[in-house]
């Protein structure tokens, strides 16, 4: 059973045939149990509109989206459901202690199941020493900590989260990157969109890529990422300019990197520049494929969109 389905959702805003414009069409994705999903695309792709006909915050124009096998209009669905919004907007003069309070009463927890929840979780997001600091006072990443553990006071099974790096510093992106791993090791289900590729990259177990309200492509980042090299990078302990008066007609690209440097190389070069280093005896440290990066292939599908509008 899938943890989350849309069935070819469309989302169509705006009464007026002349004024209506299409948020979300005709999207269809499944996502299974314990899968780490990232959903990827510029602002206006659709990613919120999509979450939000997840979490039944609006209500699609046609098909339907699904979670743990039930529609998501179904109440019994909110229970194993944690939800993080992009800017979360809690009430200031709350604690963290009492924001974790009132999402668990809401969710039928008992006062001590709350207490012992809330407990762990404010010390798995830092926020300990501050749990009776009331949120006004927090800067965007404190408050993005509290969120995160408001969206996880219940144990769901389904975790939302919708850019859930934005604004973290490095340590911030650090303790929500674990976190994000600890939930899948515990067969969780993990979607969210971030525009942090790095992230999404070293976290996901897939991707889906939305542009203009479509969804463009759905892939293990294994797959989307396993493409021929554009060429290779070989390490070697000489200077740049030693390999330059050794390389001078190849023209590769240099780049040190401390005791040693990195030449970039087309595919076609490679078996002579390695000759070449072989024959005046260069230390090669490591010969690697230059592949495209996530971002790169999520702009090319963005791009690929572009061309074919109008």
């Not at 919120?48 to 699904?66: M, Q």
Request: contains cysteine; hydrophobic residues 40%.
């Amino acid at each position: 059973m899938e943890s989350i389905l849309f069935d070819d959702v469309t989302k169509v805003y705006g009464g007026h045939p002349a004024a209506r414009g299409v948020a979300v069409e005709r999207l269809s994705l499944a996502v299974p149990k314990g899968e780490v999903f990232g959903f990827l695309g510029p602002n206006g792709a659709g990613k919120s509109t999509s979450i939000k006909i997840l979490l039944n915050l609006i209500f699609p124009t046609s098909g339907r989206a699904l979670m743990l096998g039930r529609p998501v209009a179904d109440e019994a669905v909110r229970k194993w459901v944690g939800y993080l919004p992009e800017n979360p907007n809690w009430y200031d003069y709350l604690t963290p202690e009492e924001l974790l309070w009132y999402g668990g009463s809401t969710s039928g927890m008992s006062r001590l199941h709350i207490k012992e929840r809330a407990a762990g979780l404010l010390d798995l997001v830092d926020l300990t020493s501050v749990r009776r600091r009331r949120l006004k006072t927090f800067s965007k990443g404190m408050l993005q900590r509290a969120g995160v553990a408001f969206a996880l006071i219940n144990d769901p099974e389904v975790i939302v989260l919708d850019e859930p790096m934005s604004g973290l510093d490095p340590l911030g992106r650090k303790l929500m990157a674990d976190l994000i791993r600890r939930l899948k090791e515990e067969g969780k289900t993990v979607f969210f969109s971030s525009h942090i590729l790095h992230d999404v990259e070293d976290l996901c177990d897939r991707v889906g890529i939305i542009a203009k309200g479509r969804l463009r492509r759905v892939a293990r980042l294994s797959d989307l990422l396993a493409v021929r090299s554009k060429g290779w990078t070989i390490s070697v302990k000489d200077a740049p300019q030693v390999l330059r008066s050794r390389l001078a007609d190849f023209e590769p690209d240099y780049s040190a990197r401390g005791s040693f440097t990195e030449i970039r190389v087309p595919e076609k070069d490679l078996g002579k520049v390695m000759e070449r280093l072989g024959s005046s005896q260069s230390e090669i440290v490591s010969v690697t494929p230059l592949r495209p990066t996530l971002e790169e292939v999520v702009l090319r599908e963005i791009q690929q969109t572009d061309g074919n509008v109008g």
